[in-house]
C-alpha cells in the first residue's frame, strides 16, 4: 500500500512536470570559456566556432611578448603582457567569419598573426 501511494506520488509530480515546463528549474547561461595563447607568431587555436547569442570569455595568454586581439566587425579588442594573461568577455551577435589579427607590434610576423572566429546560429 505504502509503495503504491508512493508511486502515485511520482507519476502526479512527473505530470505536473510535464504540463508546466516553465515551473522548473531553467539551466542556467554560463559564458563559454575558451583559452587562446598567443606566440611569435601565432594563436593557437588558429580557429574557433561559436555560437550566435552565446556569451563566450576569451582568455588571452601570452608566451613571450606582450600581444593583442581584435575584431573590428565584432568590437572587440583585449591586450595581454609579455607573459600575462587577461579575459575578454562578449556574446557573438552576427553570424559570418570574422577574422582577428595581433593589435600589438610584436616583431617581423606580426603582420600574419591572425585568428579566425566562426560564428553559427
Do not use: Y
Not at 49 to 69: I, N
Amino acid at each position: 500500500m505504502k509503495t503504491s501511494v508512493i508511486r502515485r506520488g511520482i507519476l502526479v509530480a512527473i505530470m505536473f512536470a510535464s504540463a508546466f515546463p516553465g515551473c522548473g528549474p531553467k539551466a542556467q547561461s554560463f559564458p563559454r570559456r575558451i583559452e587562446v595563447t598567443a606566440k611569435r607568431f601565432e594563436f593557437a587555436p588558429a580557429e574557433i566556432t561559436l555560437k550566435k547569442g552565446q556569451p563566450v570569455v576569451l582568455e588571452l595568454r601570452s608566451t613571450d611578448a606582450a600581444h593583442g586581439l581584435r575584431f573590428r566587425e565584432l568590437n572587440l579588442n583585449v591586450k595581454v603582457t609579455a607573459g600575462g594573461k587577461t579575459e575578454v568577455q562578449f556574446t557573438p551577435d552576427k553570424v559570418g567569419d570574422f577574422v582577428g589579427h595581433c593589435s600589438v607590434f610584436c616583431g617581423s610576423g606580426h603582420g600574419t598573426m591572425a585568428l579566425t572566429l566562426h560564428v553559427v546560429d
